[in-house]
T-cell receptor, first 115, second 112 residues
Framework: GAGVSQSPSNKVTEKGKDVELRCDPI?????LYWYRQRLGQGLEFLIY????????KSGLPSDRFSAERTGESVSTLTIQRTQQEDSAVYLC?????????????FGPGTRLTVT | RKEVEQDPGPFNVPEGATVAFNCTYS??????FFWYRQDCRKEPKLLMS???SGNEDGRFTAQLNRASQYISLLIRDSKLSDSATYLC?????????????FGTGTKLQVIP
């Protein structure tokens, strides 16, 4: 079946521009996560959605970052006024339930480069 | 102290060797534990869950020590294809939702 998809796969943008990254989770998955991974680094948690609400936004690094989810499906991560330190791979993952035992399924990521 | 800590490595081992990684966690209320594998420039994928009684999947064995708050991954008879970064994942219910924490990963390089 279809896995988690993300678009675009690559994005190059100029410093100061806004970008939108999209995630399409596996159909029926209620939990959705966004992570950031800088080159050679570990995964940095950004935000978690349960349905359309975000009970944990603690990982968003600044108010330039925001995310929303609609229809308990697609999620968009928006970065305003991009900075060079925003360059990273942004990974989205979904999970069937809120129950702790379910694995997360990751999308291929969006590689963001801010020039 | 980090919530989840791993030795970043790299662990360079010859083919056929046995290698073990540990991962410590700080939240004693953590409920679920996993090992993920991440290949270079790829997304993480589940390797195995870690059960209280320990579990084995072929050459891979995972164990949980709740008293000392760590999990381990043992790889026997290492293959070149095992070269990857191994991520420890800890989940805990907090405030009505599940909090997922990834370790920064341990890099394994299996050498011919």
């Amino acid at each position: 079946g279809a896995g988690v998809s993300q678009s675009p796969s690559n994005k190059v943008t100029e410093k100061g521009k806004d970008v939108e990254l999209r995630c399409d989770p596996i159909s029926g998955h209620t939990a959705l996560y966004w992570y950031r991974q800088r080159l050679g680094q570990g995964l940095e948690f950004l935000i978690y959605f349960q349905g359309n609400s975000a009970p944990d936004k603690s990982g968003l690094p600044s108010d330039r970052f925001s995310a929303e989810r609609t229809g308990e499906s697609v999620s968009t991560l928006t970065i305003q006024r991009t900075q060079q330190e925003d360059s990273a791979v942004y990974l989205c993952a979904s999970s069937p339930q809120r129950v702790a035992d379910y694995e997360q399924y990751f999308g291929p990521g969006t590689r963001l480069t801010v020039t | 102290r980090k919530e989840v800590e791993q030795d970043p490595g790299p662990f360079n081992v010859p083919e056929g060797a046995t290698v073990a990684f540990n991962c410590t966690y700080s939240n004693s209320a953590s409920q679920s534990f996993f090992w993920y594998r991440q290949d270079c420039r790829k997304e993480p994928k589940l390797l195995m869950s870690v059960y209280s009684s320990g579990n084995e999947d072929g050459r891979f064995t995972a164990q949980l020590n709740r008293a000392s708050q760590y999990i381990s991954l043992l790889i026997r008879d290492s293959k070149l294809s095992d070269s990857a970064t191994y991520l420890c994942v800890v989940k805990a219910y907090s405030g009505g939702y599940q909090k997922v924490t990834f370790g920064t990963g341990t890099k394994l390089q299996v050498i011919p």
